[in-house]
Each structure stands twice: as structure tokens, then as C-alpha cells.
T-cell receptor
Framework: AQSVTQLGSHVSVSEGALVLLRCNYSSSVPPYLFWYVQYPNQGLQLLLKYTSAATLVKGINGFEAEFKKSETSFHLTKPSAHMSDAAEYFC????????????FGPGTSLSVIP | DTGVSQDPRHKITKRGQNVTFRCDPI?????LYWYRQTLGQGPEFLTYFQNEAQLEKSRLLSDRFSAERPKGSFSTLEIQRTEQGDSAMYLCASSIDRDSYQETQYFGPGTRLLVL
């Protein structure tokens, strides 16, 4: 069984400040991990994914995430927040086969204060 | 480069009516997924297809819900006798299954359903 928790349903940062969105997962098999972003009234867009290669994964728009097996975490960071980063962010976990479902966390809403 | 498209984008209906949503995946993708997303939650899996075969259905998918992908291209999701609890965003995603490893799912913009 797999599950995802995202600490903090809402996070506010100042423009230019560090963005840190937390994700912890539970998985009975070696996981693939994903971060998606959703802008209002739009579908989900993949930011980055971990597939068991490098533990530090770089994604689009300056985001990156680090897989830490010992902490079962996959936190998302960005050094400097832009106003355009304001959106809903979802962490997700799946197994490695195409027959494993992707399980999404509840999401974290990011606000960027000018 | 066309992505996943969904139609309609918004649907308002009265309780008890039937509604049908359409999803057109990325053309070479053989996998197609339906998810439901309620306010403040992440997407929840409903069902998925490999080509025209429906391989799995969630227990969230009651007998009022039916999905088809008749020619392995577009898919429809029908809800019969809608209830207010069906109000949600319905998301479609597609991916390509080449070698049985989990591939990235690409999402459409969703259909937002409001049942009055």
C-alpha cells in the first residue's frame, strides 16, 4: 500500500524567499515519486520525478527535490520564489511498474507575497 | 504538439440528469486514466484503459459511472442519475506504456461538474 502526506495545506512565502514544500511517503515497494503543479482551473503539470537514479532531481521552473529514503521524504524546494509560482502543488507516489496506481497527496497551496 | 484535451470544460446539470465527458489523449499514448478531484484534495483514481481495454476500476466508480474507449483513442465518462456528491473536477490523463515501467502521466485541463 502507498500513501502521501503533505505537511501544511497552505504555505506563504515572500517573493525572492526560499520555497520549501514538504512531502512524506509510505510505500511497500521501491517508489517512483512525482511533484505536479496545478494552476487555477487547469490540469496538473509535471514539475519533476524521481525514478531511482540520482537522489537530487531537478525539474522545470527552477524547482528541485531530494529523495531521502531514511526519512521517507521528497521535499520540493526553489531558492527564490516568483509571483508566478503561486499555485497548488501535489506530491505523488507510485510503484515502478505501469500497473501501479499513482497516489496523490492532498496538495499544498503556495502563496507568494510581493 | 497537442496535449490532452477534455470537453466540456464546465458542466452544470440538475440532480438526476445524465452527463457525458470526453477526453482526447496525446495521439501516441496507449494508456488513458480518469481521476476525480474534489475541492482541496488531490486527484483520486477512477479507472484506466490500455488501448480499448478497461483494466481497472476504483470502488469509487459506482454503477452509475461508466467509461469507454471504443477504438483505443478518445474516451468518454458517463454519469447517470447525477447526485450533488458527484460535483467535482474530472481529470483525464494519458501515458505511453512501452516496457511496463511507470511512465509520466500527462493531464488534461479537466471538466468541472456542478450538480444542482
Amino acid at each position: 500500500a502507498q500513501s502521501v502526506t503533505q505537511l501544511g495545506s497552505h504555505v506563504s512565502v515572500s517573493e525572492g524567499a526560499l520555497v520549501l514544500l514538504r512531502c512524506n511517503y509510505s510505500s511497500s515497494v521501491p517508489p517512483y515519486l512525482f511533484w505536479y503543479v496545478q494552476y487555477p482551473n487547469q490540469g496538473l503539470q509535471l514539475l519533476l520525478k524521481y525514478t531511482s537514479a540520482a537522489t537530487l532531481v531537478k525539474g522545470i521552473n527552477g524547482f528541485e527535490a531530494e529523495f531521502k529514503k531514511s526519512e521517507t521524504s521528497f521535499h520540493l524546494t526553489k531558492p527564490s520564489a516568483h509571483m508566478s509560482d503561486a499555485a497548488e502543488y501535489f506530491c505523488a507516489v507510485s510503484g515502478r511498474t505501469s500497473y501501479d496506481k499513482v497516489i496523490f497527496g492532498p496538495g499544498t497551496s503556495l502563496s507568494v507575497i510581493p | 504538439d497537442t496535449g490532452v484535451s477534455q470537453d466540456p470544460r464546465h458542466k452544470i446539470t440538475k440532480r438526476g440528469q445524465n452527463v457525458t465527458f470526453r477526453c482526447d489523449p496525446i495521439s501516441e499514448h496507449n494508456r488513458l486514466y480518469w481521476y476525480r478531484q474534489t475541492l482541496g484534495q488531490g486527484p483520486e483514481f477512477l479507472t484506466y484503459f490500455q488501448n480499448e481495454a478497461q483494466l481497472e476500476k476504483s470502488r469509487l466508480l459506482s454503477d452509475r459511472f461508466s467509461a469507454e474507449r471504443p477504438k483505443g483513442s478518445f474516451s468518454t465518462l458517463e454519469i447517470q442519475r447525477t447526485e450533488q456528491g458527484d460535483s467535482a473536477m474530472y481529470l483525464c490523463a494519458s501515458s505511453i506504456d512501452r516496457d511496463s515501467y511507470q511512465e509520466t502521466q500527462y493531464f488534461g485541463p479537466g471538466t468541472r461538474l456542478l450538480v444542482l
